[in-house]
C-alpha cells in the first residue's frame, strides 16, 4: 500500500489544484475557516451571542469554498474552444 510521505509534505502546494496552479479560493476557504474557528470559542466564553452566529455563518461559506473547489472539476479555459455564432446567410431572392 503507497503511503504518503510526511517529509514532502508542502503548504504552497495544499492550495494548488489538480493541475498545479494555485488557487485563490482554496486559500480564502482555508483562511475563513481557521478565523472562524479561533472566534468562535472567544464569541462562545464572551457571551457575544450575535458574532458567535456570524462567526457560524463564515465556517460554512468557508466550508463551501473549500467543498466546491475540491469537488469541481477542473477545466482549462481554452478560448478557441468556445462556440462562435455562424454568420447571417444572405437569402436569395425567389423573384431572380
Known amino acids: 500500500m503507497n503511503y504518503p510521505d510526511i517529509s514532502k509534505f508542502s503548504f504552497k502546494e495544499m492550495f494548488n489544484d ?3 496552479k494555485s488557487d485563490i479560493h482554496l486559500f480564502c476557504g482555508f483562511l475563513i475557516v481557521v478565523v472562524s474557528c479561533i472566534c468562535f470559542p ?30 469541481s472539476k477542473d477545466k ?3 478560448l478557441l474552444d468556445t462556440p462562435q455564432p455562424e454568420p447571417e446567410k444572405q437569402e436569395e431572392n425567389a423573384a431572380n
Request: glycine residues 12%.
Open 76 to 78: 482549462p479555459l481554452n
Open 42 to 71: 472567544y464569541t462562545i466564553f464572551s457571551h457575544l451571542e450575535l458574532y458567535s452566529n456570524l462567526t457560524l455563518a463564515f465556517l460554512t461559506i468557508g466550508g463551501a469554498l473549500l467543498g466546491i473547489s475540491r469537488l
Open 18 to 20: 489538480s493541475s498545479g
